[in-house]
Nanobody
Framework: VQLQASGGGLVQAGDSLRLSCAAS??????MGWFRQAPGKDREFVGG???????LDYADSVKGRFTVSRDNSRSLTLQMNNLRPEDTAVYYC??????????????????WGQGTLVTVSS
């Protein structure tokens, strides 16, 4: 499956931004979002399993970010009250059925190209 992420950009602290991810085909995939800030490891943000159940959010985004899924091919990340520390490249990811360990990048088999989110203070 191919993943296409979109919606990144430059915003100010406190603003909102919505990222979208479209998969090239419909199937039983879990889908999620990771992010990677400069000089840091790739961090799991949140996701939704193939059966519709939600994966736990990263502590740093709980209460501010929401992952939703319109259908088996589309995933969105609504980011509210953005902070400068949210600045990163955000990646959409997918795995057939379910990832073995959702917080590990190696557990996900498919990746989008990444979209840059920059939050200024």
């Amino acid at each position: 499956v191919q993943l296409q992420a979109s919606g990144g950009g430059l915003v100010q602290a406190g603003d909102s931004l919505r990222l979208s991810c479209a998969a090239s085909r419909r199937s039983a995939y879990s889908m999620g979002w990771f992010r990677q800030a400069p000089g840091k490891d790739r961090e799991f943000v949140g996701g939704i399993m193939y059966d519709g159940s939600s994966l736990d959010y990263a502590d740093s985004v709980k209460g501010r970010f929401t992952v939703s899924r319109d259908n088996s091919r589309s995933l969105t990340l609504q980011m509210n009250n953005l902070r400068p520390e949210d600045t990163a490249v955000y990646y959409c990811t997918a795995q057939l059925l379910s990832p073995s360990s959702a917080k590990l990048p190696s557990a996900w088999g498919y990746w989008g190209q990444g979209t840059l989110v920059t939050v200024s203070s």
